[in-house]
Structures are given as C-alpha cells and as structure tokens.
C-alpha cells in the first residue's frame, strides 16, 4: 500500500514562499499526484496536479501563475512551490495519488497533510 507523508508546512509572511515536499513510500511512476487544501470551515478543494502519462500539470485558478508543482520520480517524491502567498492561501495542504487521472472524483491514497499559514 502506498504511503504519503507531506512536509514544509508552517508559518510564512505574505508575499513570501514555501515548497512543499510529498514523500511516498514506494514508486510514483504510475501515479498521478495531486495537492489539495482545505482551510477552516470550507471544503476541500483541489490545487494542482501532475500526470504520470504525459506530465502534464494542472492549476486551480486561484494558484495559477504562483505555485508551481514538480515530480521526482527517482525520490518517489512530488513538490509544490507556492511563491506571492496570500491570507487566502492558509489551510492544510494534502497530497493524493491516484493511477486513474488528475480528474478522478476521489483520489485513492492520502497523506496526512501539512498546515500552511500565511499572517504577519
């Protein structure tokens, strides 16, 4: 079973950055990764994605031109850097795997999600 750890989560001014890192415990080759969010008392959104067939990377238009995500099949590992960080931006930031596509309904595997603040 595939496992996910996310890690670079914490406490950053606005305008700043941050590069999230999703580790998994074996090979991603086959996965489509995606980052999802969600920040109190709303609902989980999507973020980004990258595709395992041709990899391809999809943005929610609120990140669009700010967050860029990235893969490293040889680390197992997925990232999102997120630069110009807004308030809105605050929220548990997960990653998610799954072999269908980035627009499966529900990704398949999870991982336990890292915080993201943006104050001053």
């Known amino acids: 079973q595939l496992q996910l750890v996310e890690s670079g989560g914490g406490l950053v001014q606005p305008g700043g950055s941050l590069r999230l890192s999703c580790a998994a415990s074996?090979?991603?080759?086959?996965?489509?990764i995606g980052w999802f969010r969600q920040a109190p008392g709303k609902e989980r959104e999507g973020v980004s994605c990258i595709s395992t067939s041709n990899r391809g990377t999809y943005y929610a238009d609120s990140v669009k031109g700010r967050f860029t995500i990235s893969r490293d099949d040889a680390k197992n590992t997925v990232y999102l850097q997120m630069n110009s960080l807004k308030h809105e931006d605050t929220a548990v930031y997960y990653c998610?795997?799954?072999?269908?596509?980035?627009?499966?309904?529900?990704?398949?595997?999870w991982g336990q999600g890292t915080l993201v603040t943006v104050s001053e």
């Open positions: 074996a090979t991603v080759d086959y996965y489509n």
């Open positions: 998610a795997a799954d072999r269908g596509s980035c627009f499966v309904p529900q990704f398949k595997v």
